[in-house]
């Protein structure tokens, strides 16, 4: 069936450092690939997409890869802020309105 | 511009109770997708709604059912609670444009307590 595996389901940084968080995903037809990011109490919101015609995209501190062969994406987040803590998921849908499977999250700690 | 927008914030129900959840989605948006999201987990896809006709459905049992009205808001109805029903339930509106849909915009939640 649809699955989408994430890891790490924790991870902690110095700030400054950097976070990769990396997916995989089972359903070939997944042509779309958000990032959400969920701090504590609030809503998922997204950070960052592709879809699966881009093998990478980039806005400013934050970049995914999409590796549609092997079935991997990745999120990348360069010079880390301690305000970049918060939980982490990744999802694979056919289209951005439709539904979406979701990794299980990433606990990332940004440790000043 | 109202973001979306859900009610209750809580609900503490007791097992075999019903319950319904309610949800307005972001102006302009006519498309409504409920999510069950567990402790610690990531969002499970229950249905999403579009044109007052439930369009597609998660892996989710009979006790859970919809509705979307008219102006486009949307309740989540769930029968028989049992304490696994526990959990964050958010809802995520998007515009439909013939095939496509654009991006997903979650609400707050509703956190369900079942007792």
């Known amino acids: 069936g649809e699955n989408v595996e994430q890891h790490p389901s924790t991870l902690s940084v110095q700030e400054g450092d950097s976070a990769v968080i990396k997916c995989t995903y089972s359903?070939?037809?997944?042509?779309?690939f958000p990032w959400y990011k969920q701090e504590l109490g609030k809503r998922p919101q997204l950070i960052i997409d592709?879809?699966?015609?881009?093998g990478e995209k980039k806005d400013q501190r934050i970049a995914v890869t999409l590796n549609k062969t092997a079935k991997h994406f990745s999120l990348h987040i360069t010079e880390t802020q301690p305000e970049d803590s918060a939980v982490y998921f990744c999802a694979g849908g056919l289209n951005q309105g439709g539904k979406l499977i979701f990794g299980q999250g990433t606990e990332l700690s940004v440790k000043p | 511009d109202a973001g979306v927008t859900q009610s209750p914030t809580h609900l503490i129900k007791t097992r075999g109770q019903q319950v319904t959840l309610r949800c307005s989605p972001k102006s302009g948006h006519d498309t409504v997708s409920w999510y069950q999201q567990a402790l610690g987990q990531g969002p499970q896809f229950i249905f999403q709604?579009?044109?007052?006709?439930?369009?597609q459905r998660g892996n989710f049992p009979d006790r859970f059912s919809g509705h979307q009205f008219p102006n486009y808001s949307s309740e989540l109805n769930v029968n028989a609670l049992l304490l696994g029903d526990s959990a964050l339930y958010l809802c995520a509106s998007s515009l439909a444009m013939g095939p496509l849909t654009y991006e997903q915009y979650f609400g707050p939640g509703t956190r369900l307590t079942v007792t």
């Open positions: 709604y579009y044109e007052e006709e439930e369009r």
């Open positions: 359903d070939s037809a997944s042509n779309y």
């Open positions: 592709i879809r699966s015609n881009v």
